[in-house]
Antibody, heavy 121, light 109 residues
Framework: QLQLQESGPGLVKPSETLSLTCTVS??????????WGWIRQPPGKGLEWIGS???????YYNPSLKSRVTISVDTSKNQFSLKLSSVTAADMAVYYC?????????????WGKGTTVTVSS | EIVLTQSPGTLSLSPGERATLSCRAS???????LAWYQQKPGQAPRLLIY???SRATGIPDRFSGSGSGTDFTLTISRLEPEDFAVYYC??????????FGQGTKVEIK
């Protein structure tokens, strides 16, 4: 059974870079049918797509975050990662990673449990 | 950018009642690319419906989706206690980009 697990610091200082990793287990990140994405949810608010990556390394970002986001993939470790630069309090959220099908249909069918990121000095 | 607007913001119903949730898109969305998710407090979202009307694996048949173009609906035929949660619609466009609606909370009346 495919599982995703987010990891990374839970506390980031303002203006610094948030770095998270999603480890995929029970399946390969190199499947041609899926994207691998990051989604976040500020406290008490809705879901926001941050960006996604294909196993080949092609990346797609939310235009509202594009200037600050980098997503990368390491197929040898079955992991993909998120970097968000110049964080502010507005970046405080639960960050989820998710597998996304995008072949005829598109949906996020497997999610990590999420990791909470706090921005504070 | 396609914007998804969900209504109502909150739906107050009793167990056993029918819930009808709306998701309206600012531009036409391919039905293949419209999905619905359920989220309970402290949990990750769970896929309910994909392709506007297909139930995901393990989803009870009291959940159904319908619609096309700019208007989509999630219906829960008879609310069970475990169905009280927040529901999100999501669309994908060919940019590619994924966007979510703001959510509808189904609460116990």
């Amino acid at each position: 059974q495919l599982q995703l697990q987010e990891s990374g610091p839970g506390l980031v200082k303002p203006s610094e870079t948030l770095s998270l990793t999603c480890t995929v287990s029970g399946g390969s990140i190199s499947s041609s049918s899926y994207y691998w994405g990051w989604i976040r949810q500020p406290p008490g608010k809705g879901l926001e797509w941050i960006g996604s990556i294909y196993y080949s390394g092609s990346t797609y970002y939310n235009p509202s975050l594009k200037s600050r986001v980098t997503i990368s993939v390491d197929t040898s470790k079955n992991q993909f990662s998120l970097k968000l630069s110049s964080v502010t309090a507005a970046d405080m959220a639960v960050y989820y990673c998710a597998r996304t099908l995008s072949h005829y249909y598109s949906y996020m069918d497997v999610w990590g449990k999420g990791t909470t990121v706090t921005v504070s000095s | 950018e396609i914007v998804l607007t969900q209504s109502p913001g909150t739906l107050s119903l009793s167990p056993g009642e029918r819930a009808t949730l709306s998701c309206r898109a600012s531009q036409s969305v391919s039905s293949s690319y419209l999905a619905w998710y359920q989220q309970k407090p402290g949990q990750a979202p769970r896929l309910l419906i994909y392709g506007a009307s297909s139930r995901a694996t393990g989803i009870p048949d009291r959940f159904s989706g319908s619609g096309s173009g700019t208007d989509f609906t999630l219906t829960i035929s008879r609310l069970e206690p475990e169905d009280f949660a927040v529901y999100y619609c999501q669309q994908y466009d060919s940019s590619p980009r994924w966007t979510f609606g703001q959510g509808t909370k189904v609460e116990i009346k």
